[in-house]
């Protein structure tokens, strides 16, 4: 078998599981670096106030949901891959899983920055750590947004 | 329903009865006083101030104190901690009650004698530490089993003690060796260390000495003759002796902390008394009167009257009107009932309406109670969520603004039920249901749904600016800025719409002319407040330009669409993955259950978390950008809340 044939007759699950990996990898290095560097902001503050941890928990873990819509869409994929998938559906699965592999990792990552800034806010003035939240949960939006697409490309394949 | 009515007061009164109005208006509670030194005249006028300010200070070292009272006792408190706690929660007292129990103790002796009990024991317990440091440095020297006397220099010899770094030991020997008359004894060798016996005969000691220094000895001196196991043994029971004085104190710390619930109340009460020394500093006083300026709920003005009659009888003067609208200073309290209360907090967050303005809570709050449900849509998460708040509210003691706070989600859950019906959500698709709106395919229904309600959302917003315009009184602006528009966008959006869907040439051209109309009428009146009539035009323009705002309005509702999507597909793949474990036996059971429960609680949450800001974000920018500014100053009642009680509520 040439690689033009087994392109011809593999070539869409392969694509297809390339979708599905792309999607778990890139949004979940993406909430990996996230939540990796909001932890360490939340160390900081938990060496003078332990008794913050809940609440820095929740800014720490808001870069993290990333990774689970990409695993979501990966999951999503999977089910849809049969061995002798035409390789044009391939390519369209490939295609419909990159907003959500994109825009997971990138907003996941400055999604942490701006909890890293809200984790200061409840060092620094507790009351009002909430505000910290919402500004964080915005950048979220465009990871929903992403999600959302890839899902509803998907569904429609 | 809304802005509580104020009235501001201004009281003269004798300022040698200060100290008796202040208590009773602490009392009274509901007043909110007006900071007097920012007013001009307050430099003219010759302060009488002093003895406050060291008052201030010794109720701040005081509360100072009890909070180290607290940190020092909290460790042996024995009062239920945890749930049990939240379930009985804090006392309801008053203020006067408050006083009543922090009288029972006298905290003050109670703070100089744990003080004393406490500097004790930490004297001890460093005594205790400097005797162990002393056992673990002469362990290694244990070896030296002859009384130390023996070991004493004479006339002839000197004979000592000492360390050596291990490093340096070897090249030290070999120095030694120089000397005829001097000798050395390895005793032992522990870490980074060995431990020498040196001897000397005197007429080379100095020398000798001052060898081995280069090497980095230190010499080692023990205070007493008997043998090194001896002095072990003796200040092993020191600190045996020593523990039993620390118990002997312990034992006297220990029971104060029944006095807790005490302390606490008076640390309550303190703070009060703190609160109100320091808001004394916004009255003006001379030698002979005090002003006061300050604003009232206006329902309360009678039992005001009756307050300064009782507490002034040797008279005053007060001058008490309605609060002015113009007025930036009217504190604002919000009144409304119990479902719209719950929202308040949002309100709150964004900003306070100023007195002027209309309290926006009862008309966002029937929108966010539908936002809500449809971002985080999901039956069984919505009865979780309502149990779970029910339950609280109903076994356990919260404070009132946390009560508040689990009713409002106590509201939204239900809301998120019902939403999960229409969309046939139980945990995700783990119970086929049927759906008005198939989440697998009905995208495109479910988008013009939200969009369809972010319309209804703005429009609403876009009217109550209009109903503020008229309420004052100023139809031109209603006309213009609100009229206008809605004919502008909501001709276009149905010419748009109508000419898509091939609606009746009628109601086309009907809408069409409409829009023009309301655009002619933008461009026209947009621009009035410029000076030229260049000015005007191009401001005219411009505020038409702000119609590419409303494309943007109306997209944002999407998120409605885009978020009860993520969360029900989130739930949809934790039960992929709970099938395929559940599938694999009953090995895969156990964990499927683990997993199925503990991400479908992180979903509950995420979901929630995502709705509560999202929603807000739509109060804030989409509905509150049409009509609300704020920017009001909150109602500060002249009490202080306690930290480990709580006041009655409606006290």
């Known amino acids: 078998m040439t690689l033009t044939e087994f392109f011809i007759q593999y070539g869409g699950v392969v694509l297809g599981g390339l979708g599905a990996s792309l999607a778990v990898l890139m949004a979940g290095i993406g909430s990996a670096i996230g939540v990796g560097i909001a932890g360490q902001a939340a160390a900081g503050i938990i060496i003078e106030e332990p008794e913050k941890f809940g609440k820095s928990l929740v800014l720490q873990l808001l870069p993290g949901t990333q990774g689970l819509y990409g695993f979501a869409i990966g999951l999503v994929v999977m089910l849809g891959l049969t061995p002798d998938m035409p390789l044009q559906k391939g390519l369209y699965i490939f295609v419909s899983a990159l907003p959500i592999a994109f825009v997971g990792l990138f907003s996941a990552i400055e999604q942490a920055k701006v909890s890293i800034a809200g984790l200061n806010i409840l060092a620094k003035n507790e009351e009002h750590q909430t505000k910290g939240i919402i500004y964080a949960v915005m950048v979220e939006t465009y990871a929903i947004l992403a999600f959302v697409m890839s899902l509803i490309l998907i569904l429609r394949a | ?651």
């Open chain 2, 1 to 651: 329903m809304a802005i509580v009515q104020m009235k501001r007061f201004e009281l003269f009164s004798f300022s040698q009865s200060a100290q008796k109005l202040h208590r009773a208006l602490q009392l009274f509670r509901d007043v909110h006083f007006y900071d007097l030194r920012r007013e001009e005249q307050a430099e003219e006028i010759p302060l009488h101030q002093a003895l406050d300010i060291s008052a201030l200070e010794e109720k701040e070292s005081l509360l100072g104190n009890l909070r180290w009272m607290h940190r020092v006792l909290e460790p042996y408190d024995t009062r239920p901690k945890g749930l049990k706690a939240m379930k009985e929660g804090l006392d309801v007292l008053t203020l006067p009650e408050l006083e009543a129990k922090a009288a029972s103790v006298d905290y003050k002796a109670d703070f100089k004698r744990l003080n004393t009990l406490y500097r004790k024991k930490e004297d001890l317990e460093s005594r205790i530490h400097t005797l162990e440091e002393t056992i673990r440095e002469r362990r290694p020297w244990e070896v030296l089993d002859v009384p130390l006397k023996t070991l004493s220099s004479g006339n002839m010899v000197d004979m000592f003690l000492g360390t050596v770094p291990k490093k340096l030991s070897p090249a030290m020997e070999e120095a030694v060796e120089e000397f005829a008359l001097s000798s050395l004894e390895r005793v032992n060798e522990v870490g980074q260390s060995d431990y020498y016996l040196f001897i000397s005969h005197r007429s080379e000691a100095e020398a000798f000495r001052d060898t081995l220094r280069r090497y980095g000895f230190s010499e080692v001196v023990f205070s007493k003759g008997t043998t090194v196991s001896e002095l072990q043994k003796e200040a092993g029971a020191e600190i045996e002796k020593l523990r039993t004085e620390v118990e002997e104190v312990q034992k006297q710390i220990v029971p104060m902390a029944e006095n807790l619930p005490y302390y606490e109340a008076a640390y309550d009460y303190e703070s009060n008394l703190q609160l109100k020394i320091d808001t004394a500093k916004q009255f003006l006083r001379t030698e002979k009167v005090e002003w006061i300026r300050g604003y009232i709920p206006a329902e309360k003005e009678t039992d005001f009257r009756k307050l300064l009659d009782e507490t002034l009888s040797e008279g005053y003067h007060l001058e008490m009107e309605e609060a002015s609208v113009e007025d930036p200073q009217v504190p604002i309290a919000l009144k409304n009932n119990k479902f719209v209360d719950s929202f308040a907090s949002i309100t709150a967050m964004y900003t306070l309406p100023t007195y002027g303005e209309i309290d926006p809570t009862p008309f966002f709050a029937p929108f966010y109670w539908v936002f809500f449900g449809m971002m985080a849509a999901d039956i069984a998460y919505g009865l979780i969520v309502l149990v779970g708040t029910l339950l609280v509210l109903k076994f356990a003691n919260l404070k009132p603004a946390m009560r508040k706070f689990v009713r409002f989600f106590c509201y939204l859950s239900v809301s998120m039920t019902i939403w999960g019906a229409f969309y046939g959500s139980f945990f995700g698709d783990l119970i086929p249901l049927p759906a008005v709106f198939d989440t697998q395919k009905d995208f495109i229904p479910m988008l013009i749904m939200s969009i369809a309600f972010g319309a209804v959302h703005l429009f609403f917003g876009l009217g109550l600016s209009g109903y503020m315009a008229l309420k004052q009184g100023d139809w031109q602006s209603a006309v213009y800025d609100v009229l206008f528009w809605y004919m502008a966008v909501i001709g276009a959006c149905v010419f748009g719409i109508g000419t898509m869907m091939g609606l009746s040439p009628m109601i086309v051209s009907v809408t069409k002319w409409i829009m023009i109309v309301g655009m002619v009428g933008i461009v026209l009146t947009g621009g009035r407040e410029a000076q030229s009539i260049g000015g005007k035009l191009a401001m005219g323009v411009y505020s038409l330009y702000n119609i590419t705002g409303y494309v943007g309005d109306f997209v944002s509702y999407s998120r409605l669409m885009a978020l009860g999507l993520a969360g029900g597909f989130i739930g949809l793949a934790v039960n992929l993955i709970v099938r395929m474990l559940a599938g694999a036996g009953i090995i895969g059971l156990i964990p499927g259950i683990v997993v199925f429960v503990v991400f479908h609680l992180f979903n509950i949450f995420l979901s929630m978390l995502s709705a509560y800001v999202h929603t807000s974000r739509l109060t804030y920018v989409e509905f509150f950008g049409k009509f609300y500014e704020g920017g009001g100053i909150p109602f500060r009642p002249f009490v202080k809340e306690p930290k480990y009680s709580q006041f009655p509520e409606n006290y």
